[in-house]
């Protein structure tokens, strides 16, 4: 009855974590940071557990000696629906994490999951049905959010000009939360976080990191088509890194929304305190600089955020975001896309 007990705790604690990577999906949060937290602390606990069975003389030694003998089917089982688990882990971090020059990150993510799947060949004689359950349940949720990442965006509905020159990644767009945030919002589903790329890095190895440091800093903004300023607000200063607002009306920064001649309205956010060149009711073309890039409102580093949307006002509860591309292309990008700026 004991082991029963202890078996009924255990899956219930691997269920509320379960959850708990449930939940972040839906608030947008589930990203390869949170997988690559989960990795270390799944290590953190091999080790130690791995440890504690070996000095209490605990293991399995069976399964290691004839994993495919009939007395070892329920360790072969829990073997491979917990090392599924940490495998599907591992490949989702790996594959959705940014291709912006941290190969020793993407390394050493592979290297944990390499050793978490391994000591699931070390298992204990108690075998624990529940939590094996829970977590390969918990493994196919996850291999279908990684299935529904990879899978081709929207059929575009309006098609831009890139609004800057030069080589830039997508860093936030997707249509889950593994590859974007934005899906949580509302109002922001279709929309792009955009950097400058050069030499594959989109910032200067520099200690502290500053805002010059990166790339798409003070880099020029062009209108990605033809329209009319309706929106054009400016006097945010620009933080430095991080920052997080309180009001969401903030968020934006400063920004300008175009209007388009089918109705839509693009907004590019977070530019440069003080560097707008157009105002309300100025007539833009494509190609015509509007601002810089900057790092004001709701930002983690120097960034554009870019999307085409249904009304001139982000927060108006009627606005809804709407699948876009860029010249040359028919969907909506995602994660790690590359956009090729215009030639100027």
């Known amino acids: 009855m004991k082991r029963s007990w202890v078996e009924l705790l255990t899956a219930v604690i691997a269920a509320m974590g379960v959850s708990t990577l449930a939940v972040a999906s839906l608030a947008g949060v589930l990203s390869h940071q949170v997988l690559a937290v989960v990795l270390v602390f799944g290590v953190i606990w091999a080790v130690f557990s791995r440890a504690f069975l070996l000095w209490r003389r605990s293991v ?100 831009l000009e890139p609004p800057f020159t030069g080589e830039w990644i997508v860093l936030q767009g997707g249509s889950t939360a593994l590859v974007s945030h934005h899906v949580a919002a509302y109002n922001q589903l279709y929309a792009l976080d955009l950097l400058r790329l050069e030499n594959g890095s989109v910032i200067l190895d520099e200690d502290p990191p500053t805002n010059a440091s990166w790339f798409s800093w003070e880099r020029p903004l062009l209108a990605p088509v033809d329209g009319t300023v309706v929106v054009a607000q400016d006097g945010t200063e620009d933080t430095q890194g991080l920052n997080l607002v309180a009001d969401k009306e903030a968020a934006a920064g400063n920004h300008v ?24 009711g100025d007539s833009v073309s494509v190609g015509q600089e509007v601002a810089l890039c900057g790092n004001s409102g709701n930002t983690t580093s120097p960034h554009l955020h870019l999307q085409v949307q249904s009304h001139a006002d982000l927060w108006d509860p009627e606005n809804r975001s709407v699948p876009f591309t860029f010249a040359g292309q028919t969907r909506a990008l995602m994660r790690n896309d590359h956009v090729r700026g215009r030639l100027k």
């Open 60 to 159: 399995a030694y069976g399964f290691l000696r004839a994993p495919l003998a009939k007395a070892s089917r329920p360790h072969l089982f829990q073997a491979v629906g917990r090392g599924w688990f940490w495998t599907v882990v591992t490949v989702t971090a790996v594959v959705i994490f940014p291709r912006i020059g941290l190969h020793g990150f993407v390394a050493a993510i592979a290297v944990l999951g390499v050793v978490r799947v391994a000591a699931e060949l070390l298992p204990p004689r108690q075998v624990g049905r529940g939590v094996t359950a829970v977590m390969a349940a918990a493994g196919l949720m996850l291999a279908f959010e990684l299935g529904r990442t990879l899978l081709p965006g929207p059929a575009a509905e309006v098609v």
């Open 257 to 280: 929304v175009i209007q388009t001649s089918s109705g839509h309205f693009v907004l590019l956010a977070h530019l440069r305190n003080g560097s707008l060149k157009v105002a309300r």
